[in-house]
């Protein structure tokens, strides 16, 4: 079983849907959780972190479940701009980051 | 303010030959990291160093694969001899890692990576 796991779609909405992304991981020392956009040949880029209480910006919402071990990413009314793929980070309390394989986003007219 | 910078951004090399990679993290930034992102696949960490000091190589190929980061600013990571499996996009990522409060920061900031053929 992978340390970090994401569904990798894809996953294919209309615009102005709202659309979740779960990320589940194994290790229970986790301390840092992030998501990361990345578009095609492209670097990753930090869309946000994710703290114990749940955070939100704009139309992206993160939220943590220590219990549950996952961390998931919600994106209310899909822009086409939104398609790109999604990738969550995990960081032990060593430092050490381990990053899942991405889900796929494509949001259509 | 500058981003993470790496050279070169491609690099088309036969197998068994050497090749280098360069990166110059964010001015600041302790915490620089070397990883390896495969098609379709998440990066995977090759190694990270805290100002000079490797914490943490576990996953860097010892055998063929090598890295510095000489008076912890920028880094180095050397492959020789290369092997056709090498082929991938080479990411280096900085970070400052430290406390506020109870809040421990630790975002990473990549660069445009190196994309590396071995025919």
């Known amino acids: 079983r992978k340390e970090v796991e994401q569904d990798p779609g894809p996953f294919n909405v209309p615009e102005g849907a709202t659309v979740a992304f779960n990320c589940t991981y194994s290790n229970s020392a986790s301390q840092s959780f992030f998501w990361y956009r990345q578009d095609c040949r492209k670097e990753p880029k930090l869309l946000m972190s994710?703290?114990?209480s749940g955070n939100e910006d704009g139309r992206f919402t993160a939220q943590l479940n220590r219990a549950s071990q996952y961390i998931s990413l919600l994106i209310r009314d899909s822009k086409l701009s939104d398609s790109a793929t999604y990738l969550c980070?995990?960081?032990?309390?060593?430092?050490?980051?381990?990053f899942g394989d991405g889900t796929t986003l494509t949001v259509k007219p | 303010e500058a981003g993470v910078v790496q050279s070169p951004r491609y690099k088309i090399i036969e197998k068994k030959q050497p090749v280098a990679f360069w990166c110059n993290p964010i001015s600041g930034h302790n915490t620089l990291y070397w990883y390896r992102q495969n098609l379709g696949q998440g990066p995977e960490l090759l190694i990270r160093?805290?100002?000079?000091?490797?914490?943490?190589d576990s996953q860097l190929p010892k055998d063929r694969f090598s890295a510095e980061r000489l008076k912890g600013v920028d880094s180095t990571l050397k492959i020789q001899p290369a092997e056709l499996g090498d082929s991938a996009v080479y990411l280096c990522?900085?970070?400052?890692?430290?406390?506020?409060?109870?809040?421990?920061?630790?975002?990473?900031?990549f660069g445009p990576g190196t994309r590396l053929t071995v025919l």
């Open positions: 160093y805290e100002n000079e000091e490797a914490v943490d």
């Open positions: 994710v703290y114990s």
């Open positions: 980070v995990v960081i032990l309390n060593a430092g050490k980051s381990t």
């Open positions: 990522a900085s970070s400052l890692e430290g406390l506020a409060g109870t809040v421990l920061y630790n975002e990473q900031f």
